[in-house]
């Protein structure tokens, strides 16, 4: 399975990216897709997941209500929805893949087989 992000970027406090993360051999393999992300000098973290197969989405407490995952199950792709964005969101985003992902592990990283290279997200 490969990964690969884009929409990363800049943006100012209170504003909006949307990233995007494609897969390849998206049907077979990735039951399971998630965001991480990782600051400088801190440990990478779960930030969401989803389900693909039922599209149950799974969300860190920090970026609850303010950012959202969705799938697009026809093109492989998932994408996270970032808004009301914090200095704190700072880092480099990964997408990741699993064929599982019970609820008690869907943000975690040892779950997941697959990385992309990540797209780095800058709040200033």
């Known amino acids: 399975v490969q990964l690969v992000e884009s929409g990363g970027g800049s943006v100012q406090a209170g504003g909006s990216l949307t990233l995007s993360c494609v897969a390849s051999?998206?049907?077979?393999?990735?039951?399971?897709m998630a965001w991480f992300r990782q600051a400088p000098g801190k440990q990478r973290e779960g930030v969401a997941s989803?389900?693909?197969?039922?599209?149950?989405?799974y969300y860190a407490d920090s970026v609850k209500g303010r950012f959202t995952i969705s799938q697009d199950n026809v093109k492989g792709m998932v994408f996270l929805h970032m808004n009301s964005m914090e200095p704190e969101d700072t880092g480099m985003y990964y997408c990741?893949?699993?064929?599982?992902?019970?609820?008690?592990?869907?943000?975690?990283?040892?779950?997941?087989?697959?990385w992309g290279q990540g797209t780095q997200v800058t709040v200033s």
């Open positions: 051999e998206y049907a077979y393999t990735s039951n399971c």
């Open positions: 989803i389900y693909t197969g039922a599209g149950v989405p």
């Open positions: 990741a893949a699993s064929a599982t992902c019970p609820p008690m592990v869907a943000l975690a990283s040892w779950n997941y087989k697959f």
